[in-house]
């Protein structure tokens, strides 16, 4: 072979190996560079130092072990080994290994210590748990360990004996292989097979691993309590009465074996260590098989229920506390299932805090009103708040930030997309239980620059989002100019709390009438847009955007910035540009000129990620949010702290028991990853500011035992709980994902008693989404309830369970989400009795459609081919001693880019009865036959001929309107389609009349009453 074709492969080789060092070099640096930035460097080292002292631990012990293992074996070797065919076979093997001999061993020794060093590495976690555990405070029923012992300690020493097991078995192979090798053990030959020098070898190293099998059986008796064999998790009647014994007679029998290999040393008799061997793979059969399977056969079956009792209390209290479910508080309620005047009346007071805005379907609607540019972008599902209103209330609030997807299509290159377009800008935000005439959300938040009534209480913020959901994986700012924000960046056609009482409707079919909720009819709002365009960055977001700098392009239309926050790792020299433009194989971060030592490079922007990459020992919640926090725009993540190794508890997989119609549907909702966990706190609460990137943990359950652990690792990086602010507190809520982990283990783990749990017919389910196809389950909801038997309404996350097998409802679960309140995070369960029957979602969304007032009432949207019908998210709320659907209807048009939802009509159940009306208020009345309509303020007033004045005396009249409006419009259509002009200049002759007469009976409406609204504002 040419010399230069044997160089080659080498010459390869060494390129490879330069060039993936280089990349591993600058992924090391640059994560070093972005811990430095973010301030949690003892993050970053304490995991490093931990990886590398696991390193080298693990590949010691492998090199220790199988290097003297090989040498023992080596220098143990005959001198002269016997002529035999099998020795001159290998003579020649040992010819071609003999000159390398050194270099063999090195490459054996040394590979598989860095393998099991890389290996051992990636258990720095499960080390830092052990060595700095912090205890429960309560023991586990069966072995009275502190459950700190299961979790932190049991685990390491699993992983311990699992390395020296490998160092074991890799060592005896490898003496195996040498002694063969040099003549030590002999296959073919006559007499004895092994030295005495190999005997002693190997009997010593099976004499260890016969030991550590000793240790390993003492130890699965605490695996017990994470058993899986009885009906419940955990230790079950045969593992306590059979398979304990079993492991540990299987221990002392294994001890003795390994006496026997040892004593094989002296006694030089190969039947020895063979009868030790069988003896205890006979035993491991018989009496660590055969033995609890007849228990389990021949006693437990037969009397399962009985013998398994204690054990599956045992399952029931340990899974009901390591998932926090152990304070809920279950109520048996015993709903009505219908509804009189005079209880409408006095529920009256909760209809204006009813969430009729679905925060699902109105993203179109921000999408189109409140987009502004193309490349701005809102996520699919928005998130539902809280803030205080002009007046001081505090009220549910859909907000969203307005994050940057990219460059526009056409002007999309790696500039623009990493250096132009950096961030997004604003937030958006409407009121939960109103809409305008249109159907239209009530903004309170809006345009750019940020306008609005949520402006004026926060005191403004600075509106730019570096940091957020969307957008490039990295962006280098303080280079080429910003894009900013469009001058004139509003939209004229918005609709506020202060304006919303100018009605303004088209009754057609895919623009129908609009509930009135709050007093809000419509109207297109004039002038909200497009004023203040060319304010200066000072004034973004009312006084709060200081932040940034720059000026508008004459004659562009738009504004530029420069970055003038800490966020992002500083470019500062030559040799960090080099670092980054191989971490991201991008040479344009070297070519491009503009970028100097003052530009910034931000990257790891998603909010849960960067929270996750500080506290590596946290999980993060699936929906970050944003909030407006002391003028900026914070995201807050519920992180979570999970084990799973709670004894008794039962697990679960994260990724199946938080997968909902979001999660399923959309992109807005991150799944959980796939993990199995048997213990769950949301112990920290995580802000991350949108503009700079700072990251700050704050400990909210602080006695967590995990996360004292971890803690006691990562001394500083929590930051204690009464350093939340005031106003950061009142946006902190429960968490998504920790509700739908504890609504799975709720459908079985309501029940506390033994035997009902093994009977199991109690057991319930979490209902598939009824208002999308599919069997996902339906997520819980954010809204404001009274709770029965309170006063004051909470601010909760809810959802509801059906019996296993049917549709009927079983339970209504409630959670405090108001962090400001003492029972914050108090779980409570509206159980109904059995011999009650109401409707479940699935049911009530049934009985909508079959409904033959509802189906006259959506017939002309459902025949219109102009429109397509959106079902709004099924609420369900206690109401007047029973349980309320609320249920908002959306049209939109069909055939246009542009359009978008519209509220349009809004049904409601109670017990078997429903009904549909163009708000919540007329909905309630038409559920009576002999009610009177609900009055302006809550009140009921009863005409004596069952009919009422809605608002003052013009909704019912306008509501006629619309609905002869509607009807005309459909007939002029169908007119049309017929040929039929006569007929379709009468239907445009009623439709005008119709338009005419709701024109008055809308001033009528709005003329009377404080709200000045159709209903009288109680939605």
């Known amino acids: 072979m040419p010399r230069r074709s044997r160089l080659l492969a080498p010459v390869a080789v060494v390129v490879v190996v330069i060039i993936a060092g280089l990349l591993t070099a600058a992924n090391f640096w640059t994560d070093y560079l972005w811990f430095d930035s973010v301030g949690y460097t003892s993050v970053f080292l304490t995991e490093l130092r931990t990886r590398a002292f696991m390193f080298v631990l693990g590949g010691l012990l492998m090199a220790a072990a199988v290097g003297s293992s090989m040498y023992f074996a080596y220098r143990s070797r005959p001198l002269a080994p016997p002529m035999s065919p099998e020795q001159q076979g290998l003579a020649r093997y040992r010819a071609s290994i003999d000159p390398r001999r050194k270099l063999f061993f090195w490459v054996i020794v040394g590979g598989l210590g860095l393998l099991t060093g890389a290996s051992a590495s990636g258990e720095w976690g499960t080390f830092l748990q052990f060595a700095n555990g912090a205890e429960f405070g309560v023991n586990d029923p069966q072995f009275g360990r502190d459950i700190s012992f299961y979790t932190f300690t049991y685990p ?64 699965d008796q605490y695996g017990l309590v994470f058993s899986s064999r009885g009906y419940s998790f955990g230790a079950s009647y045969t593992d306590v009465n059979a398979v304990l014994y079993a492991v540990i007679i299987l221990s002392v029998i294994s001890v003795v074996c390994a006496l026997l290999f040892f004593a094989n040393i002296y006694v030089r008799n190969v039947m020895m260590p063979v009868a030790s061997l069988g003896l205890l793979v006979l035993s491991a059969i018989l009496i660590g098989g055969v033995y609890p399977a007849i228990v389990q056969q021949f006693q437990v079956s037969p009397n399962e229920q009985r013998l398994e009792r204690p054990f599956i209390q045992r399952t029931i209290e340990a899974t009901r506390a390591a998932y926090g479910i152990d304070d809920a508080q279950v109520t048996q309620y015993d709903a009505q299932t219908e509804l009189t005047p005079d209880q409408l009346a006095e529920e009256a007071a909760t209809i204006p805090s009813v969430r009729l805005v679905d925060p699902s379907v ?78 239209r959300p009530v903004f309170t938040e809006y345009n750019i620059p940020p ?35 469009p001058l004139g960046g509003g939209s004229e056609d918005v609709t506020t709390s202060e304006d919303a009482g100018e009605p303004e409707g088209d009754p057609s079919p895919d623009n129908a009438n609009a509930p009135a909720q709050a007093g809000a009819q419509g109207g297109e709002q004039q002038g909200q847009g497009g004023e203040g365009g060319g304010q200066g960055p ?8 200081g932040q940034g700098g720059g000026g508008a392009a004459e004659g562009s239309g738009q504004r530029t910035n420069r970055y003038q926050g800490d966020g992002g790792v500083e470019l500062s020299g030559f040799f ?29 922007r998603d909010p849960a990620d960067r929270v996750e990459r500080v506290a590596p020992f946290l999980t993060a919640d699936g929906k970050p949010y944003p909030a407006i926090v002391d003028g900026r725009v914070v995201w ?121 749990f093994y009977g199991g017919q109690d057991f319930w389910n979490v209902p598939a989404d009824p208002t999308t196809d599919g069997d996902s389950p339906e997520p819980p909801y954010r809204q404001t309830i009274r709770y029965p038997g309170e006063d004051d309404t909470d601010f909760s996350v809810t959802s509801t369970f059906v019996p296993r097998g049917r549709e009927n409802l079983a339970g209504f679960l409630a959670v405090n989400s108001d962090a400001t309140e003492e029972d914050y995070g108090k779980l409570r369960i509206l ?34 081919q102009q429109s397509r019908i959106i079902y709004g998210n099924l609420l369900t709320l206690p109401f007047a001693d029973g349980l309320l659907y609320v249920e908002p209807l959306y049209v939109r048009a069909e055939g246009s880019q542009t359009s978008y939802p519209l509220l349009q009509k809004v049904m409601v159940g109670f017990g078997e009865q429903v009904s549909i009306g163009n708000n919540l208020q007329e909905a309630l009345n038409n559920l009576f036959e002999g009610g009177g309509p609900l009055e302006e303020g809550g009140d009921i007033t009863d005409t004596g001929d069952g009919e009422g004045d809605q608002g003052g005396g013009g909704g019912g009249e306008l509501a006629a309107a619309l609905e002869d409006a509607a009807q005309a419009y459909e007939d002029g259509q169908q007119a049309l389609q017929d040929g039929d002009f006569s007929a379709y200049d009468e239907a445009n002759q009623r439709l005008e009349e119709a338009l005419q007469r709701a024109e008055e009976a809308s001033g009528q409406s709005g003329g009377s009453g404080d709200g000045g609204g159709e209903g009288g504002g109680s939605n």
Not at 417 to 438: C, K, M, P, S, W
Not at 836 to 845: F, L
Request: charged share 20%.
């Open 156 to 219: 390491f020493l699993r992983v311990v004996l699992g390395y020296l097991f490998a160092a074991v078995v890799l060592a005896f192979i490898a003496a195996v292989v040498v002694h063969y090798l040099y003549g030590g053990v002999r296959l073919q030959s006559q007499g004895q097979r092994a030295t005495p020098a190999a005997r002693v070898h190997l009997s010593v190293l099976l004499g260890v691993f016969v030991l550590l099998r000793a240790a390993a059986y003492w130890l």
């Open 362 to 439: 109105v993203s179109q609607t921000f999408q189109q009103m409140q987009q502004v540019r193309g490349f701005y972008e809102f996520p699919e599902v928005l998130s539902v708040d809280r803030y205080q209103n002009g007046e001081g209330e505090t009220v549910d609030t859909i907000i969203a930030a307005r994050g940057l997807s990219g460059p526009p299509e056409d002007q999309d290159n790696w500039l623009t997309r990493h250096l132009v377009y950096t961030h997004g800008f604003g937030i958006v935000a409407a009121a939960g239980n109103q809409v305008d005439e249109q159907g």
């Open 451 to 485: 306008e609005g009534e949520l402006s004026e209480v926060t005191g403004g913020y600075e509106p730019r989002i570096y940091y957020g959901r969307e957008g490039a994986e990295y962006v280098i700012v303080n280079a080429e100019p910003e894009y900013d924000h």
């Open 538 to 545: 000072e004034g973004q977001g009312g006084e709060g955007g």
């Open 576 to 604: 960090t540009r080099i670092l980054y433009a191989l971490r991201y194989q991008e040479p344009d971060i070297l070519l491009n000129n503009a970028i100097s030592e003052e530009s910034r490079i931000i990257y790891d």
């Open 636 to 756: 807050i993540v519920d992180a979570y702290t999970t084990s799973n190794m709670y004894p008794y508890s039962e697990r679960i997989d994260l990724g199946d028991a938080t997968q909902d119609t979001f999660t399923e549907n959309t992109d807005a909702v991150n799944a959980l990853p796939d993990n199995q966990v048997n213990y769950i706190r949301n112990s920290v609460k995580a802000t991350v500011d949108a503009y700079d990137g700072t990251v700050k943990l704050y400990g909210w359950n602080e006695q967590d035992p995990v996360l004292k652990t971890w803690s006691n690792a990562f001394p500083g990086v929590i930051t204690e709980r009464d350093k939340i602010s005031e106003e950061l507190m009142s946006h902190l809520r429960y968490p998504d994902d920790l509700v739908k982990v504890q609504r799975e283990m709720l459908r079985r783990y309501h029940i506390t008693d033994a035997d009902a």
């Open 831 to 864: 159980q109904l009795p059995q011999d009650t029957v109401v409707m479940g979602p699935g049911q009530v969304q049934a009985q909508f459609a079959a409904d033959d007032a509802i189906r006259d009432e959506l017939l002309p949207l459902q025949q219109s």
